[in-house]
């Protein structure tokens, strides 16, 4: 089984335009630390991206507490702490993260970081949507503007 860990912003974009469900078709199980549940539940202040993460997690989404603390080389977040944290522990295939820092942390790290718009070009590719541009164009209606 391929193991994929996610930051907070892949959730809570593809959660604003209701399709999380791409992930699940994609990965079929996805774990996040609790310091992106923090944020995207917890603290997410967009009920539509909230109720589509929490309805994620009761399916598909697993929350896990790291239970390593590694000090990493840049000054990161915590979500992003926390997904390196726990990419530590997992040693997943998949890292699904939009910042640059923690991007390239996650490459120095050995790991393989994701953009969430290569997540829409492989559901692309896979049939799953028509088009990864205009899953695109309805993230930037809502002013989301991925990297």
């Known amino acids: 089984m391929r193991i994929v860990i996610s930051n907070s912003s892949p959730l809570l974009a593809l959660g604003q335009i209701q399709r999380l469900d791409i992930l699940k078709q994609l990965f079929g ?28 997690i009761s399916d598909f ?15 990161l977040g915590k979500r992003e702490q926390g997904v390196l944290n726990l990419a530590i522990e997992q040693s997943p295939q998949i890292l699904l993260l939009d910042d640059k820092r923690a991007r390239n942390e996650a490459k120095e790290l050995g790991f393989r970081p994701f953009f969430t718009t290569d997540v829409l070009k492989l ?10 541009v205009a899953e695109i164009e309805k ?3 809502f002013g989301i503007y991925l990297p």
């Open 123 to 132: 559901a692309e590719h896979q049939h799953l949507i028509v088009s990864h």
């Open 61 to 75: 989404i697993e929350v896990v507490t790291p239970s390593v603390r590694y000090s990493f080389s840049r000054n």
């Open 29 to 56: 199980h996805i774990y996040i630390p609790d310091s992106v549940y923090q944020e995207t539940v917890i603290k997410c202040c967009v009920p539509v991206q909230r109720e589509a993460i929490i309805k994620a």
């Open 139 to 141: 993230l930037r209606q």
